[in-house]
């Protein structure tokens, strides 16, 4: 639970930062003056002030602005903040001049715009400000892929063989993907010729919902329900396993279990099951899944001796309804065996190029299915899901962490894109129609716009809030 908190609090945090440090830092860059940065949205929790900029926490986490002169309309979003007197009467006086001053600005417009105001900069600069902080969250999502080639190295893919399916992964609806036969070669996807395992992620990930055809070189084709809901596509693609050289070799045998009444030992490896020989964890693995119940027998490699054993998987019933014969032990490392080779730098920037493009052509796909219907917008997930993916990354390890940061910051980019008000499109909106009809909205539109927007957001926030609860409870 606090590795989740935690985890949470860091992507929150630093991507928030990164976005609106692109907006500050180009704000000063053009000379605006900038009274605020706010990491949330709404009353401020905590602050301090340097300079001509306060920096606050609000209480709203999943978002911040950077406030700059002559930008009226932000007061939408910051709920009434600044400094809040102690004094009963100061805070009532301070309500009744925040009062006068929000009147006079409905009834006389903003204030005399000054030289260091938003809108006294040009429209090229206001677009700059405004598209920074998209520009940063894609830079950072750049760099963070790059430097995880350049560290980790970048992994073989490892073509389009299927290994194994992982059966207790596959959703409802999709049993058919069981009939696979492990060492079969994907060649297409709804008759899209796929030739890696990259290309076949992809067109899983984007193929319309419903029925869905997978073609094999040597093989009877297969065709299942594709699920809409997207945790359960994610589900149903990590039930597809990529033939991997993982020996068939026990990592560790759990107290009390099949494997250890059957008379395995950590470290026997397996070389016939029914009297087949393998090679592989995962054709071990098909064999045994396929045998609930039913007597195994074992020719094992052990200390240089054959033994002869006779396992009895134990007949399980997984929550999707299919039954599968399980052996009480743990899975091997299985990325150990995945190969993996340090690029060179410049290979690792088009790798970095290569990993962000594809997060970013995915994001505008998955949005463009929530409007013509391809997608559910029970996929839509908010604060629940974004702390239960951060504490699953964190605990699979850093390189993990950053990739997801990474692809988080490519969706926050990306949705900041879209034009409403409040957001980085809504503005980029307004200085659109500036452009096409040579003046601004009235200080009056873009108030009244600006609420809106902001009210759009919070019902979007309640929205994804209450996928996250009904997900919570398997709805």
């Known amino acids: 639970m606090l590795t989740t908190l935690l985890a949470t609090v860091v992507v929150l945090g630093v991507l928030i930062f990164v976005h609106e440090l692109g907006h500050f830092v180009t704000a000063k860059l053009v000379d605006i003056e900038v009274p605020r940065f706010s990491i949330g949205f709404g009353p401020k929790l905590i602050g301090f002030r340097r300079g001509e900029t306060e920096y606050v926490i609000s209480a709203l986490p999943l978002g911040g602005y950077v406030k700059m002169a002559g930008m009226e309309e932000m007061e939408a979003i910051e709920g009434g903040v600044g400094e809040k007197p102690d004094d009963p009467a100061a805070k009532d006086a301070a309500a009744k001049d925040a009062a006068a001053k929000d009147a006079a600005a409905v009834k006389d417009g903003p204030r005399p715009r000054k030289p260091r105001d938003f809108e006294s900069k040009s429209l090229p600069a206001r677009t700059l400000v405004i598209s920074a902080g998209v520009i940063?969250?894609?830079?950072?999502?750049?760099?963070?892929?790059?430097?995880?080639?350049?560290?980790?190295?970048?992994?073989?893919?490892?073509?389009?063989?299927?290994?194994?399916?992982s059966e207790d992964r596959v959703p409802r609806g999709s049993e058919a993907l069981t009939t696979i036969t492990p060492g079969s070669r994907v060649t297409a996807i709804n008759e899209r010729p796929v030739d890696t395992w990259r290309a076949l992620t992809l067109e899983l990930t984007r193929a319309r919902a419903g029925q869905t055809r997978i073609n094999f070189e040597n093989a009877a084709p297969v065709t299942f329900n594709l699920p809409s809901v997207d945790s359960l596509r994610g589900m149903l693609l990590a039930s597809l396993e990529p033939a991997l050289p993982v020996p068939a070799v026990m990592a560790e045998i759990l107290p009390g279990g099949r494997a250890h009444q059957a008379g395995l030992r950590t470290g026997d490896r397996i070389l016939q099951v029914s009297g087949r020989e393998v090679t592989t964890w995962q054709q071990f693995v098909a064999v045994i899944e396929k045998s609930p119940g039913q007597p195994v027998p074992l020719v094992v490699d052990r200390d240089d001796q054959q033994i002869t054993l006779a396992l009895t998987p134990r007949d399980t019933v997984l929550p999707n309804g299919i039954r599968v014969g399980r052996i009480d032990v743990n899975v091997p490392n299985v990325q150990r065996y995945v190969p993996r080779t340090r690029p060179t730098p410049l290979a690792a920037v088009e790798r970095g190029f290569e990993q962000t493009l594809d997060v970013c052509v995915l994001t505008v796909d998955f949005l463009a299915g929530l409007f013509t219907g391809r997608q559910s917008p029970r996929n839509v997930g908010g604060a629940i899901t974004i702390a239960d993916l951060s504490g699953r990354f964190a605990r699979a390890g850093l390189e993990e962490f950053l990739g997801f940061m990474a692809i988080l910051s490519i969706n926050l980019a990306i949705l900041n894109l879209l034009p409403i008000p409040v957001l980085d499109g809504g503005h980029l909106v307004f200085l659109a129609i500036e452009a096409v009809r040579g003046r601004p909205l009235s200080f009056d539109q873009r108030m009244r716009l600006t609420q809106v927007g902001f009210v759009f957001l919070i019902l979007l926030m309640a929205w994804a809030l209450g996928n996250d609860i009904l997900r919570q409870f398997g709805i």
């Open 136 to 165: 940063m969250n894609l830079i950072f999502a750049l760099v963070v892929f790059t430097l995880s080639a350049a560290v980790w190295g970048v992994s073989a893919d490892p073509g389009t063989t299927i290994g194994g399916i």
